[in-house]
């Protein structure tokens, strides 16, 4: 087989998970499910009762992080034409709109497309990112929202993308991240994994060359800091089960030390990057423009 997001036929066996396999990509560094869902699959998985279950919740975090989302879009270019590729049930295309962006969303669940025309008004596309197409240069800003690692062929949606931005636009990514400390630490435990739902498993490296090979020019690529790092320095080994109760009296009795501490760590300034490199969070966030 041949990795989809660089084009390197060096794939390897890497792990497996419950029933679920994944092959690595020696060449970019991303993992991969294998074998990869079909069609059919990918409708079942994500029908009506994906969303439905979690729908309150959903649409909470929607409305809490939706917000942040539109700002940080906007540090890097002012409002125009947006696409948000997976965009659900349109919380955040809801947002940009109240902002000054004209909107386009691509879903593939009709059922999550048809709740975001009727719940927001936004147009939305109800087909996969491979499928769907728009004349060249027609985006000022194209987003994926925890999106990029639940599509079968990310390596054939970013091409697309660098087509369909204009040459001055923006690709703005947040996708989980598999080398991060939490998975290290965790192993297969590890919730980020959430196979047969994530396809792809991404590291700062593989997002790195994936846009790359895409044509895009990496901007930024912000993992944070794993939130367990400070029960790394209150334990002499990190998550021990005859630990967790000393574990969760230490955070209780310190909230000011564990504050203070998230907050230096994610400052630009010592010590900030060395607790960004050693303990790298589940998340990144990655801004990208053509090259």
Same mark, same amino acid.
């Given at each position: 087989?041949? &990795?989809?997001?660089?084009?390197?036929?060096?794939?390897?066996?890497?792990?497996?998970?419950?029933?679920?396999?994944?092959?690595? &990509?020696?060449? &970019? =560094?991303?993992?991969?499910?294998?074998?990869?869902?079909?069609? $059919?699959?990918?409708?079942?998985?994500?029908?009506?009762?994906?969303?439905?279950?979690?729908?309150?919740?959903?649409?909470?975090?929607?409305?809490?992080?939706?917000?942040?989302?539109?700002?940080?879009?906007? /540090?890097?270019?002012?409002?125009?034409?947006?696409?948000? +590729?997976?965009?659900?049930?349109?919380?955040?295309?809801?947002?940009?709109?109240?902002?000054?962006?004209?909107?386009?969303? +691509?879903?593939?669940?009709?059922?999550?497309?048809?709740? $975001?025309?009727? !719940?927001?008004?936004?147009?939305?596309?109800?087909?996969?990112?491979?499928?769907?197409? @728009?004349?060249?240069?027609?985006?000022?800003? +194209?987003? @994926?929202?925890?999106?990029?690692?639940?599509?079968?062929?990310?390596?054939?949606?970013? !091409?697309?993308?660098?087509?369909?931005?204009?040459?001055?636009?923006?690709?703005?990514? *947040?996708?989980?991240?598999?080398?991060?400390?939490?998975?290290?630490?965790?192993?297969?435990?590890?919730?980020?994994?959430?196979?047969?739902?994530?396809?792809?498993?991404?590291?700062?490296?593989?997002? *790195?060359? =994936?846009?790359?090979?895409?044509?895009?020019?990496?901007?930024?690529?912000?993992? =944070?800091?794993?939130?367990?790092?400070?029960?790394?320095?209150? $334990?002499?080994?990190?998550?021990?089960?005859?630990?967790?109760?000393?574990?969760?009296?230490?955070?209780?009795?310190?909230? *000011?030390?564990?504050?203070?501490? =998230?907050?230096?760590?994610?400052?630009?300034?010592?010590?900030?990057?060395?607790?960004? /490199?050693?303990?790298?969070?589940?998340?990144?966030?990655?801004?990208?423009?053509?090259?």
């Amino acid at each position: 087989m041949t &990795c989809n997001l660089c084009g390197s036929f060096h794939v390897h066996p890497w792990k497996h998970i419950r029933e679920w396999r994944l092959v690595r &990509c020696r060449d &970019c =560094g991303v993992g991969m499910l294998h074998p990869p869902p079909t069609d $059919a699959d990918m409708r079942e998985l994500y029908d009506k009762s994906y969303f439905a279950s979690k729908y309150v919740e959903t649409q909470q975090l929607a409305a809490r992080s939706a917000p942040k989302r539109v700002a940080w879009v906007e /540090r890097f270019t002012s409002a125009g034409v947006l696409l948000d +590729i997976g965009c659900g049930t349109g919380g955040f295309l809801a947002e940009a709109a109240q902002r000054g962006w004209q909107v386009k969303g +691509i879903e593939v669940s009709p059922w999550a497309a048809e709740e $975001a025309r009727r !719940r927001h008004g936004v147009e939305v596309i109800a087909e996969s990112a491979t499928d769907a197409d @728009f004349p060249e240069g027609t985006f000022d800003a +194209i987003t @994926f929202w925890d999106a990029l690692e639940h599509l079968p062929q990310p390596g054939t949606v970013l !091409r697309r993308c660098r087509r369909w931005l204009k040459p001055d636009g923006v690709l703005v990514i *947040r996708v989980v991240n598999c080398g991060s400390y939490n998975a290290t630490v965790l192993g297969i435990r590890w919730r980020g994994w959430a196979v047969p739902y994530h396809l792809f498993h991404f590291s700062p490296r593989s997002i *790195r060359a =994936g846009l790359r090979a895409a044509g895009f020019e990496t901007a930024h690529v912000d993992t =944070g800091v794993s939130t367990v790092f400070f029960r790394f320095l209150i $334990a002499p080994i990190a998550f021990p089960s005859h630990h967790a109760k000393l574990i969760r009296a230490a955070e209780r009795s310190c909230p *000011r030390l564990r504050k203070h501490l =998230g907050q230096m760590a994610h400052k630009d300034r010592w010590p900030g990057p060395l607790l960004r /490199r050693i303990f790298p969070g589940p998340v990144m966030d990655i801004t990208a423009r053509p090259c």
